[in-house]
């Protein structure tokens, strides 16, 4: 296979030869620039990254030309034996479905058992009629199941849906949603989601200052700092003349498409226009002036690019870039601030330049030499020699500055951020550090992963937040790991390399803009802004969608206990039903669906994203809502039969003192959905008052469908009702007012004493 800039690999190549050959492999290793290939061997256990004489299947051609032979095809590929890991991973069901499957089994097997026994003991004990008792059965379960509970569920998540994808995170699979609100990890990528993938010029040496550049990305604009104070670059002829070399030693281009720019050509060569426009240099006119003669590309055996440029004045320049100590060793002065020439000294050279690698910068050095303007061949032995130093830039693919907030943010939600990368590992703890995971001194590479079994890895992976120079294999150990812990993980990813990982996560997260398909095939979800800023507002909604089925749930369960507990009461001690059958249907009709749907649009909770995430394990029924369930049940019983019994007692016929149950079950319903509302905090702020104006809309149609069979005839006739005296409609409101500051009392007094115990 001959290869050539803008090729795209088409199998796994042992390379024969190369010529400034560099490929980008971030699709396959997570590193973030072009990797220059040579033909030495290198050893047989070397990580995937480090192979650099071979041309991996997939990845992409940036610069130079090349020749390989075939080793793999298909399957037999990097990226083929990734295929086949996929096909066996396991794939995790999410907390929620279990939960959900969990609650369906054992509510159906109670609701069976407990309508047997009441079918049994009132025809064979107390001595109803069977189809009397029957009916009184089928009103209880009625009253028990929660019919409107899936649909609720998944308007309330489809809710979720519309909420994150305004959020920038598109949701492929349902259940994904709420279990993002209950990560306990986030396990993400460097390249793309963490740092913007673009590679910017961070740092620039000469003689006496070191420089710090600002600015975005591959955007043409940005401050220039010394000493953190800005600096003027015309004031600094050294700066001009190294950011002319870094326009004139480069083959690539700078575009602006619709306010994003793109470079055409190497990342880091992109990144050094870049550079010059912050300087002040015009590209477009820089070339112009200095047209290039000649050229000697870069080439991974002299590490080095150099070009031979005429100006109109008749003046000659060979500039020259290249790798530090390739640069230094060709050098024999330095270029000073006011753009004279002195002695180089590499030791100071030296020393800096190791400083700024230390910080996980790819550190340049840039050269000049004059020669005469009849100088057409540029000859590599002309060049190896007698070189003036003009400076060095360190260049580092930024990390994105909502990044930073983002995974700040995590902390505070009590979520470990842990960066599992394919880059080196200076670079992936300098970005680490930048970006403030909690523990970035220590570093773990493939190499030391390989070294240990499962179990020192389950020891080692909660005390270390970086991970370099991983394999898919090793991310995917790492997820296995973590879930080990109890822990929900979620995983974020761009490259084939992530795919087995985030199939296997709880939640996989792939990369919209600059993914690959294999990653978004296997994820649930998508970012279309491949910021790992969108993860945290996606774990906010996450939260929320799940405080909104644990309302949903908190609301239906004691409701419709309430509801039974009216029919058992009345069956054990052989009392009249103080609402039939038919009346127990209409209020599992109008109430279970509507108002569970107004729960679906509840906003977030104030200090949502403050609170930790959720146990794994943790059953969707606790033993606060069982309690919760047993006490409403029982206000519903009080309030139901001490309605009925009040209309009795004022010689009301029984079909008014119906009526009034109902309608008192009704309200009651009403402002225990105002109650749950704020399961976190308190219902007494004029917020919670407020409300939204979809529970507005199902309260008032509650009303409505109240009012009409309580005083429309027709109705009246078919649900035995008769009308509501008018102060007795405020007796029935007082019922629902004394529910709520019974439960909201014992909410605060619940809320106290786990803050006291905390």
């Known amino acids: 296979m001959l290869l050539e800039a803008g090729d795209r690999v088409p199998a796994d190549l042992r390379l024969l030869k190369t010529h400034g050959l560099q490929i980008q492999e971030a699709i396959l290793t997570g590193e973030s620039a072009p990797v220059a290939k040579h033909i030495e061997p290198v050893p047989f256990d070397a990580l995937l990254g480090d192979r650099s004489c071979i041309a991996f299947s997939g990845t992409l051609i940036t610069s130079g030309q090349g020749k390989g032979v075939v080793v793999a095809t298909g399957i037999c590929t990097e990226i083929g034996r990734i295929s086949g890991m996929l096909s066996e991973v396991e794939t995790l069901a999410t907390p929620l479905v279990k939960?959900?499957?969990?609650?369906?089994?054992?509510?159906?097997?109670?609701?069976?058992?407990?309508?047997?026994?009441?079918?049994?003991?009132?025809?064979?004990?107390?001595?109803?009629?069977?189809?009397?008792?029957?009916?009184?059965?089928?009103?209880?379960?009625?009253?028990?199941?929660?019919?409107?509970?899936?649909?609720?569920?998944?308007?309330?998540?489809?809710?979720?849906?519309?909420?994150?994808?305004?959020?920038?995170?598109i949701v492929r699979r349902l259940?994904?949603?709420?279990?993002?609100?209950?990560?306990?990890?986030?396990?993400?990528?460097?390249?793309?989601?963490?740092?913007?993938?673009?590679?910017?010029?961070?740092?620039?040496?000469?003689?006496?200052?070191?420089?710090?550049?600002?600015?975005?990305?591959?955007?043409?604009?940005?401050?220039?700092?010394?000493?953190?104070?800005?600096?003027?670059?015309?004031?600094?002829?050294?700066?001009?003349?190294?950011?002319?070399?870094?326009?004139?030693?480069?083959?690539?281009?700078?575009?602006?498409?619709?306010?994003?720019?793109?470079?055409?050509?190497?990342?880091?060569?992109?990144?050094?226009?870049?550079?010059?426009?912050?300087?002040?240099?015009?590209?477009?006119?820089?070339?112009?002036?200095?047209?290039?003669?000649?050229?000697?590309p870069f080439d991974a055996k002299h590490r080095f690019m150099a070009t031979l440029n005429h100006d109109y004045q008749h003046r000659a320049f060979v500039f020259i870039k290249g790798a530090p100590e390739q640069i230094l060793a060709m050098c024999i002065n330095q270029s000073a601030a006011d753009g004279n020439v002195e002695s180089l000294s590499k030791a100071y050279w030296k020393e800096r330049a190791d400083n700024i690698a230390a910080l996980?910068?790819?550190?340049?050095?840039?050269?000049?030499?004059?020669?005469?303007?009849?100088?057409?061949?540029?000859?590599?032995?002309?060049?190896?020699?007698?070189?003036?130093?003009?400076?060095?830039?360190?260049?580092?693919?930024?990390?994105?500055?909502?990044?930073?907030?983002?995974?700040?943010?995590?902390?505070?939600?009590?979520?470990?951020?842990?960066?599992?990368?394919?880059?080196?590992?200076?670079?992936?703890?300098?970005?680490?550090?930048q970006i403030g995971l909690q523990n970035p001194s220590k570093v773990l590479t493939g190499a030391d992963l390989d070294r240990m079994n499962d179990v020192s890895l389950k020891e080692v992976v909660l005390q270390c937040d970086i991970f370099a120079r991983t394999s898919p294999e090793h991310k995917l150990r790492l997820v296995m790991a973590l879930q080990s812990h109890g822990m929900t993980v979620a995983m974020t990813?761009?490259?084939?390399?992530?795919?087995?990982?985030?199939?296997?996560?709880?939640?996989?997260?792939?990369?919209?803009?600059?993914?690959?398909?294999?990653?978004?095939?296997?994820?649930?979800?998508v970012l279309a802004d491949d910021?790992?800023?969108?993860?945290?507002?996606?774990?906010?909604?996450?939260?929320?969608?799940?405080?909104?089925?644990?309302?949903?749930?908190?609301?239906?369960?004691?409701?419709?206990?309430?509801?039974?507990?009216?029919?058992?009461?009345?069956?054990?001690?052989?009392?009249?039903?103080?609402?039939?059958?038919?009346?127990?249907?209409?209020?599992?009709?109008?109430?279970?669906?509507?108002?569970?749907?107004?729960?679906?649009?509840?906003?977030?909770?104030?200090?949502?994203?403050?609170?930790?995430?959720?146990?794994?394990?943790?059953?969707?029924?606790?033993?606060?809502?069982?309690?919760?369930?047993?006490?409403?049940?029982?206000?519903?019983?009080?309030?139901?039969?001490?309605?009925?019994?009040?209309?009795?007692?004022?010689?009301?016929?029984?079909?008014?003192?119906?009526?009034l149950a109902m309608n008192t079950l009704v309200v009651m319903e009403i402002f225990h959905l105002f109650f749950i509302r704020n399961i976190h905090g308190t219902s007494l702020t004029w917020k919670a008052v407020r409300g939204t104006k979809v529970l507005w809309m199902t309260v008032i149609i509650i009303i409505v469908a109240q009012f009409s069979i309580t005083y429309l005839p027709p109705l009246q006739a078919i649900f035995a009702t008769v009308a509501v005296p008018f102060l007795d409609c405020w007796l029935v409101i007082g019922i629902g007012v004394a529910l709520f500051i019974i439960i909201e009392s014992e909410k605060q007094i619940r809320l106290r004493l786990k803050a006291i115990k905390s």
Request: contains cysteine; hydrophobic residues 50%; negative net charge.
């Open 493 to 525: 990813g761009d490259g084939v390399n992530d795919a087995p990982a985030l199939k296997r996560a709880d939640v996989g997260i792939a990369m919209g803009k600059k993914g690959s398909e294999a990653a978004k095939e296997v994820a649930e979800l």
């Open 175 to 296: 259940p994904a949603i709420e279990t993002i609100g209950s990560v306990s990890v986030i396990c993400t990528d460097k390249t793309g989601t963490l740092t913007r993938n673009e590679m910017m010029v961070s740092s620039v040496l000469t003689h006496q200052y070191h420089f710090t550049l600002q600015g975005i990305g591959y955007e043409p604009q940005g401050i220039i700092l010394l000493e953190n104070a800005e600096a003027a670059p015309t004031e600094y002829v050294v700066l001009r003349e190294l950011a002319r070399a870094a326009i004139l030693c480069n083959d690539a281009a700078l575009h602006d498409h619709d306010g994003v720019w793109i470079v055409e050509g190497d990342p880091m060569e992109g990144a050094l226009l870049a550079f010059a426009s912050k300087i002040g240099i015009e590209i477009c006119e820089e070339r112009a002036n200095w047209m290039r003669i000649d050229t000697i």
């Open 99 to 169: 939960q959900m499957g969990v609650f369906a089994q054992w509510l159906t097997i109670f609701i069976l058992v407990i309508a047997a026994v009441l079918l049994i003991y009132g025809y064979f004990v107390g001595h109803h009629e069977f189809t009397e008792i029957f009916m009184a059965v089928v009103g209880l379960s009625v009253a028990v199941i929660p019919e409107g509970l899936p649909a609720v569920l998944t308007i309330t998540l489809a809710v979720g849906v519309q909420a994150m994808a305004r959020r920038n995170a």
């Open 531 to 659: 910021n790992f800023a969108s993860i945290a507002s996606a774990v906010r909604e996450g939260r929320t969608v799940y405080d909104n089925i644990k309302k949903v749930v908190s609301w239906t369960l004691p409701t419709n206990a309430g509801e039974a507990m009216t029919i058992i009461v009345a069956l054990l001690f052989g009392m009249t039903l103080p609402v039939t059958p038919i009346q127990i249907l209409w209020v599992n009709l109008i109430t279970d669906v509507t108002l569970g749907i107004a729960l679906a649009f509840e906003p977030t909770e104030e200090n949502t994203i403050c609170r930790p995430p959720r146990p794994r394990g943790e059953p969707l029924l606790s033993s606060e809502l069982v309690w919760h369930i047993v006490l409403v049940s029982i206000l519903f019983l009080c309030g139901v039969y001490g309605i009925y019994a009040y209309a009795i007692d004022r010689g009301y016929s029984v079909e008014l003192a119906r009526t």
């Open 360 to 433: 996980g910068q790819r550190v340049l050095a840039f050269a000049v030499k004059p020669v005469k303007s009849d100088y057409k061949v540029l000859e590599r032995a002309d060049i190896e020699s007698t070189l003036t130093l003009l400076g060095m830039v360190g260049m580092i693919d930024p990390p994105r500055v909502e990044a930073i907030a983002a995974v700040a943010e995590c902390h505070t939600a009590g979520i470990r951020v842990k960066m599992i990368t394919g880059d080196h590992a200076k670079t992936a703890a300098a970005i680490g550090k």
